[in-house]
């Protein structure tokens, strides 16, 4: 069992402002660094660190060292990764004292994908592996289209969210990965309750995860409901991977099969621990690192209400009679 990241690969230009510089404004940033970043990069990462094995697919251009070191000090194998002689994928990221970001992003190689090297990725998948998939690559619907005929379950993070991606056959997704932002603008609605409903509507067949930034994530998948909370994180430093750091491990406990409420737990805290870092990639902490936040106690507990709890609850009210 593997996951195949077909994803973005981006060099992070990363400057940390006291706030989001305005419309006319010039303004001197308090430090610079480059990262290795990209959404596919760091889902790749995140899935890699739990231990399952991921290979990256995909292109890189110049100066692709960066992004290629990266990978392989995540664990990703890089077998499937192609060359083009033009740039690297590359974003802009403004951090400010708050933790927060805001990102532009310049496609690069990350739009070279071609149907004849998607069908040559595909080739290498069977139904018991996994096609991950985020908006920052050309081909998606080809892509979900493809792989959903061969019988390869497909994961999606609809990010960033764009009109486009409201025409892609998410329906055919076995996941599908939104933020609250990114959900309401696909779905629509005003509150996490509509937005939720309207995606389960509109995707009858996929699984659900919605997250919801300080207020947890909830999933969806048939008859399974589930809302998790967030963890008490003392100080957040850098948001920028913290959603990827949630998705790669969600994606590797549903690839293990572990139950839906114990993979949200782990990717819960795991993607706490990445916000109290600096950075991206390197942001995102293994496994052991998990499990020993987790034992400790040192993030809290997680409010956590699950409809298996409440079906097994009245089955016992049931019995007791």
């Keep these: 069992m593997k996951i195949v990241n077909l994803g973005?690969?981006?060099?992070?230009?990363?400057?940390?402002?006291?706030?989001?510089i305005v419309a006319g404004e010039t303004k001197a940033c308090q430090s610079l660094a480059e990262n290795a970043g990209g959404k596919g990069l760091n889902q790749s990462v995140a899935a890699a660190r739990t231990g399952v094995e991921?290979?990256?697919?995909?292109?890189?251009?110049?100066?692709?060292?960066?992004?290629?070191d990266a990978l392989?000090?995540?664990g990703v194998r890089l077998d499937l990764l192609e060359t083009k002689d033009i740039p690297n994928g590359h974003a802009i990221i403004q951090v400010?004292?708050?933790?927060?970001?805001?990102?532009?992003?310049?496609?690069?190689?990350?739009?070279c994908l071609t149907e004849e090297y998607i069908d040559r990725v595909l080739g290498q998948l069977t139904g018991d592996d996994m096609l991950l998939l985020q908006n920052e690559t050309n081909l998606v619907p080809y892509a979900i289209e493809a792989a959903h005929a061969r019988g390869i379950p497909v994961?999606?993070?609809?990010?960033?969210?764009?009109?486009?991606?409201?025409?892609?056959?998410?329906?055919?997704?076995?996941?599908?990965?939104?933020?609250e932002i990114e959900g309401a603008a696909l779905a629509g609605g005003s509150t996490f309750e509509e937005t939720m409903d309207n995606l389960i509507a509109a995707y009858p067949e996929t699984g659900i995860v919605l997250t919801l930034g300080s207020e947890g994530a909830w999933f969806h998948d048939g008859d399974r409901d589930i809302r998790?909370?967030?963890?008490?994180?003392?100080?957040?430093?850098?948001?920028?991977?913290?959603?990827d750091t949630f998705l790669g491990y969600f994606l590797a406990g549903m690839l293990n099969q572990l139950d839906p409420a114990e993979a949200l737990r782990r990717a819960t805290f795991a993607s706490a621990l990445t916000i109290q870092s600096p950075g991206a990639a390197d942001?995102?902490?293994?496994?052991?690192?998990?499990?020993?936040?987790?034992?400790?106690g040192a993030l809290g507990e997680l409010a956590c209400t699950d409809s298996a709890d409440a079906v097994k609850d009245a089955k016992g009210a049931k019995d007791a009679k």
């Excluded at 993070?157 to 076995?174: H, S, T």
Aim: hydrophobic share 40%.
């Design 155 to 179: 994961a999606m993070n609809v990010a960033p969210m764009d009109e486009k991606a409201k025409r892609y056959p998410l329906g055919k997704l076995r996941w599908l990965v939104v933020n």
């Design 228 to 243: 998790m909370g967030c963890a008490k994180v003392p100080k957040v430093v850098d948001t920028t991977a913290a959603g």
């Design 72 to 74: 392989t000090r995540g």
């Design 96 to 111: 400010d004292d708050n933790g927060q970001n805001c990102i532009i992003i310049y496609g690069g190689t990350n739009q």
């Design 283 to 296: 942001s995102i902490p293994n496994a052991a690192q998990v499990d020993a936040v987790i034992a400790s």
């Design 8 to 20: 973005s690969l981006n060099v992070d230009h990363v400057y940390r402002v006291d706030q989001f």
């Design 54 to 68: 991921v290979y990256h697919a995909g292109f890189v251009g110049q100066g692709s060292a960066i992004l290629t």
